[in-house]
């Protein structure tokens, strides 16, 4: 018997636990005052997050995903992706959102229950949330095949989680992805659990980026919460694709700090002993550790910043309280280009009355 | 294990160093007892029991950061069980009460349509109170309207239902569609044997039209503008009723003699008055026969309905004045026929021959 | 003008609109080189090239998904998926996604997309392949569902869906593909979407049909009147939205109707049909509308496929049951 194929699969990290890097970092981060634009984009997640489950504590929003633990890998993909390029999201991803220009207001509001969350009119071209898991992945095929055919040098970036890798959905999109040479990223956020399965038991893969060798594709792994590796891994890889050297699939690791959603309840699958001791791989801490010890962050700069965006976090929950529910008709009004016409009475019927029925009801037993 | 994690410290500030554990695993600590003090940036903060229970763990020691959000501190027991991973799933109060299904109602006993359910209520009839004469002992319209008697009003119009609707429909019909001619012309009957019968001789010589002229015993169907001849002769014999016009078809006409023609008829005529047609007995007619002058008239223009093409009208037998072959007048016993044909799908030469055909027939002793 | 069979139809209007509007691409398993399976797609790949013609790898889901990408993009992708046995995968995507992504972006997104498969039994084909899924898709909100009879209505409806500004699930009766021929005026014309056609207009009683069926239903008809019972045809055509004016009008007429479809009976397109009627016509109906369907079993290979699919007889069957009534 022969060898005919093997695989390797690359793991990059700059910056440990602790903000303490190891080996040689990329050509953007030897100055780092370039990654503090990515620190001042974390805080700011996180206080949006912290302050989405104050609301959903108090009534104002419903079920919230928390972001808790993904920042740098939201952080890094936002840096590096270009203005026209498409996001592909799952539901976890409004810190990506905030760097594209969405209003943060617009979370709220999608968690809140209206469907004006879905809206990004500062990024129309971005795909709303994906809440049945891995369909946005051909969808991001679908996208990039569009861009590849006009030779745009432009880019589909798709987002799932570790237990969107077991779906057909994601394989089928790669192997296409694969096979066409499309100008698509994927990558997946390992935060380590899909609800309350751990990756032990999502898949015998060794590696999940490695489901990408089957696609024939480039495949990486990265430190997820080392947002220099993820600019580095992601702008690769964007690079490649604008290059027409074809798709990239990225495995971020992470931890999901957070319960699943607000509903959910961690400690009845996971103990507190293991959530404590991933609390000291967050990737907030080690940035602020290294920036500061290169002398590119200080304390007046940090209370600056906590002001700054404590400001943005109010008048985002401002700008959402002050959204006055939709009309009734929301729920045709985009349904078609233009309603059809058998429908234009249960547009009437919804918005009314009562009376509607009440009158048809009446007329159909008139004498 | 119910986890208390480190609350926001406000200002934004993101975590702090233990400074000192004020509880010990295994006690029992009261709502708002201080816990722990914990140092950030500004100042020492104490941090209180957010509920009274039994400490079970604490995360890190004094020296350690935690930050906002981690495990501080781990107290007996559970957290409340949502249930759910998404939404509210709230538990209602009692189950709801389910009332006993209704009996059946009066109005579930009668057999009518909605249609004529509707026309009851209009008419104000109690469908209970109406003789249903509809298949399966259904309430009719007719029915409804018979029993709201002459409850209109003389001046009030009443709308045409049943046959006298269909008759109206079909009549619409066939005048905006039919290219009508009419050929009229007098049998000679003086020979006919003495009790002949007159009914079951039309029949037999509308048999004979149709042998010499197939032509005329058909259907045209517009839209593929075919014409469609038939074998068989199924006669629709037009029959005046209290209800309206009736048109029950007498089939295979060509196979029957004169004595069954006479039976058939008689049962037919039979059926009619005691209202036990079929429906089927409605249908299928190729050619219609319609006996007007045992009523009134001579000679008449009938109106063939589609998508028959041609109808024989009898008029009024009786003697009138002729010229005979030696050129006197005498007195003999004439049937006038009046024969209306689909010029669209008949000529007046097949017309005009099947009509000497029929006479050939008629004008026969037997 | 081209002498089309219904099949030959679908490749006219695919080839036609591929002319006029450079962003339709077709895509699908074995549409290209092999002009896919029914040769719907044939000659395509060598007129327009292999950008513009995909041959994508088996994969139903993503098909679908693919679709919805690039209508969001701008595109104007017509999908195929080889038999609509393999098309309740892409319920999932078309449901989820195509149906809603005007109405969750406000506009923002849409989704000019085309789903084509053939469905329906009759070819004897194998396990799987003579489904007739429209009423899950019928059911699919923010989506049009269009079925065609004929090789002109398939060319001028299957256009009509390509320009349509929202996702359309294209239906074709494989058992229809070359039973006849008809000529078709290669003008692009496009027939109107969101209503149903009169083939043939009668007075007694109305049948409603769409697919194969209709041509059954036209069959019935000349029975009938053989009997003397004057039918009216119509050929619902599209499915959602559905054109239930027309419908109303006709039963107004005839005071009777039957509702055919292949489809198993429960939940059929032909309930919803039955139940607009019952709503909107009870006072003029003289009889219950009749429903003929297939069974409620699981649709059987080629050896029983007659005694499932609706015949002439049973429509004739259930409109002379009407007839019983006044």
Known sequence: MTVVARFEIRYTRYLDHLGKVEGSLPEFARDPRALVPDYRAMVLMRALDAKAIALQRTGQIGTYASTLGKEAIDAGIGAVLARDDVVLPSYRESGILFLRGVSPHRVFLYWGGDERGNVFPESPRDFPFCVPIALQLPHAAGVAYAMKVRREPRVALAICGDGATSKGDFYEALNAAGTWKLPMVAVIVNNQYAISVPRRMQSAAQTLAQKGIAAGIECEQLDGNDVIAVHDAVGRALERARAGEGPTLLEALTYRLSDHTTADDASRYRSAEELAERWKHEPILRLRNWLAENGAWSKPQEEALHREVNETVQAAVKAYLDTPPPATDQMFRHLYAHLPHAYEWQREAAAGTFEETGQRHAELHAG | MRIFTLPDLGEGLQEAEIVQWHVVPGETVAADRTMVSVETDKAIVEIPAPFSGRVEKLFGKPGEVVHVGAPLIGFEGHEPDSGTVVGEIAPAGTAPAVRAPPRAGAAAEVKATPAVRALARQRNVDLASVAPTGANGLVTAEDVERAAGAGTAADAPTPLRGTRRAMARNMALAHAEVASVTIMDDADVEAWETGSALMPRLARALVAGCRAEPGLNAWYDKHTNSRRTFEAVHVGIAVDTPDGLIVPVLRDCEKRDLADLACALDDLARQTRERALAPAALRGATITLSNYGSIAGRYASPIVVPPAIAILGAGRLEPRAVVTADGHIAARRLLPLSLTFDHRAATGGEAGRFLNAVIADLVRPS | ?326
């Open chain 3, 1 to 326: 003008m081209p002498n089309c069979t219904l099949v030959e139809a679908v490749n006219l209007a695919l080839a036609r609109a591929m002319e006029d509007d450079p962003r339709v691409t077709v895509l699908g398993e074995d549409v290209g080189v092999n002009g896919g399976v029914f040769r719907a797609t044939a000659g395509l790949l060598e007129r327009f090239g292999a950008e513009r013609v995909v041959d994508t790898p088996l994969s139903e889901a993503l098909i679908a998904g693919m679709a919805i990408g690039m209508a969001a993009e701008g595109m104007r992708p017509v999908a195929e998926v080889q038999f609509a046995g393999f098309a309740y995968v892409t319920i999932d995507q078309i449901l989820n996604h195509a149906g809603r992504l005007r109405h969750r972006t406000q506009g923002h997104l849409a989704c000019p997309m085309v789903l084509r498969t053939p469905c329906g039994a009759g070819i004897r084909a194998p396990e799987h392949h003579s489904e007739s899924p429209e009423a899950m898709f019928a059911h699919i909100p923010g989506i049009r569902v269009v079925y065609p009879s004929s090789p002109r209505r398939a060319y001028g409806l299957l256009l009509a869906s390509i320009a349509d500004p929202d996702p359309v699930v294209f239906l074709e009766p494989s058992r229809l593909y070359r039973r006849y021929k008809e000529e078709i005026d290669d003008t692009g014309e496009p027939l109107p979407l969101d209503t149903s056609f009169v083939l043939r207009e009668g007075s007694d009683v109305t049948l409603v049909a769409w697919g194969a069926m209709v041509q059954e239903a036209l069959a019935a008809a000349d029975e009938l009147a053989a009997e003397g019972v004057s039918a009216e045809v119509i050929d619902v055509a599209t499915l959602k939205p559905l054109d239930l004016d027309t419908i109303l009008a006709s039963v107004g007429k005839t005071g009777r109707c039957v509702v055919i479809t292949e489809a198993p009976r429960t939940c059929s397109f032909a309930s919803e049909v039955a139940a607009g009627l019952a709503e909107h016509g009870l006072l003029s109906l003289l009889a219950p509308v009749q429903r003929v369907t297939g069974w409620d079993t699981v649709t059987p290979l080629a050896r029983l496929e007659s005694r499932y699919i609706p015949d002439t007889r049973r429509i004739v069957a259930a409109a002379r049951e009407t007839m019983q009534y006044s």
